[in-house]
Structure formats: C-alpha cells, structure tokens
C-alpha cells in the first residue's frame, strides 16, 4: 500500500477534527473516504462533493482530492470533467455473474498451482495475510469491514501471485472484484464466513496439496456469490 508523505498534518485543526493526527493526514483522509464508500455511507452512484468532504472532515480540499484520485484509480470514484465526483454504480446484476464465473474459472486452478510451489515462506505471507483480517481492531465496524474487503483482496491477490501466472493476477486485479462485491452488502455474514472458508484454504496449503486447495477456493467463492446474491432481490 503506498503512503503519500505530504506536508499536510500542518493543517490539522487545533480542535481536533474527526480525522486523528498521524504521519500522514493524505492517508487518513483517503481511509476514511473508503470507509463511507465501502459502507455505503456515501451511496453507490451518488454525487460527491469535495466541499462537503472539507467541512465534515476539517481538513482543507488538497488531501481530500488526492484521496479522490486514488480512489478513482482504485475504480470506486468516478470523474466527470466539469461535472465532479461521483461514487461508482454498484455493479449489475449481470457483471457479477460473469465476475463470479471468471473467479471459479481462474482462482480454484490458481489455488491448486500455487499449492504446489508452496514453501514456508510463501505460507507465511498467507497467514499473515488471513491473519490480519481475523482481528477486531477497534469498534467502528465500518473501518473494520472496509479494512476486511482490503485485505481479502490482498490475501486473494498473494494467491494469485504465487501461482506464477502474471497475467491471470493482473486480470483479476484490474476487476477490482472485492471493493465491488463487498459493496453489494454492507453485512457482517460476509466477512466472518469468509474467515471460515479462508481457514480451510489456509490448511490445504499448509498441507501443500493442490487437489485440497483448489476445492477450498471453488467452496469460498460459491459461498461468497451466494451470500452476496440476496443484494440483487
Ligand atoms: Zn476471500
């Protein structure tokens, strides 16, 4: 994840706005956007005004379109020139069933190829990976959700990028397939089975068996595509 260092903490408010002192007031201005957005606090589609931003964040109108920039190119901002920003629509009904059956067509094979080259090292990684999703930080739960569809994203992409196929990773990863589904859903089912089923991935690598692992992937995203369906009734 990159860090944009800007000069910008000298304009926190002497109060204390919302946004709490840190290293970088860039970063936390853009964590607390794609929280909203995540949550669907600022609603999928909905304009999004930079002045706006600025009051309720007390923070001036550099960091907030930076973080807009960042979103946009994370495909969760759209800008229209002369117009603004807006959220991005949620995704239809029809790109997540293709979304969905390219997952099942590149992630269980994926999965099964990367439990094969899998060592001690690479394990690691995962279970830190997995790891940092199963920790309750804090009580904002809407943090703690946009904070999961991250790091499912991160877990799921060190798969892929074990798996030694270079243009299946980008393929996927230009999706941006998790900041959109978990956006169907603002639902705490969504993350705390997905744990589960993280589990029982991690354990077909540990095991190093690709037969294992490609069936643990083929379960966890059926059962993702079903938990979020309900979000098209
Ligand atoms: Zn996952």
Do not use: C, W
Request: proline residues 3%; hydrophobic residues 40%.
């Amino acid at each position: 994840m990159q860090t944009a260092n800007s000069p910008d903490t000298a304009e926190m408010s002497a109060a204390g706005g919302r946004i709490q002192r840190s290293n970088s007031l860039a970063e936390n201005v853009y964590e607390a956007i794609f929280a909203q957005l995540m949550a669907l606090k600022i609603a999928p589609g909905s304009r999004i005004t930079v002045d706006n931003l600025v009051k309720e964040l007390d923070v001036s109108h550099t960091p907030i379109r930076e973080a807009l920039g960042r979103l946009e190119g994370e495909g969760l901002v759209l800008k229209t020139h002369l117009i603004g920003y807006r959220a991005a629509p949620q995704i239809t009904r029809r790109r997540f069933d293709e979304l969905y059956e390219m997952r099942l067509l590149l992630e269980p094979h994926a999965a099964a190829k990367a439990a094969a080259a899998m060592d001690e090292a690479k394990l690691n990684t995962l279970l830190a990976a997995a790891g940092v999703m199963s920790r309750r930080e804090g009580k904002d739960d809407r943090l703690r959700y946009s904070n999961f569809a991250r790091q499912d994203a991160i877990f799921h992409d060190k798969i892929m990028e074990f798996s030694e196929n270079e243009l299946i990773r980008q393929t996927l990863s230009h999706q941006h397939t998790h900041f959109h589904i978990f956006r169907l859903m603002y639902h705490s089912r969504v993350t705390e089975e997905a744990l589960d089923e993280h589990e029982a991935i991690l354990a077909a690598f540990g095991s190093a068996d690709p037969g294992a692992a490609q069936e643990a992937m083929r379960v966890h995203i059926e059962h993702s595509r079903d938990r979020l369906l309900p979000a098209f009734d």
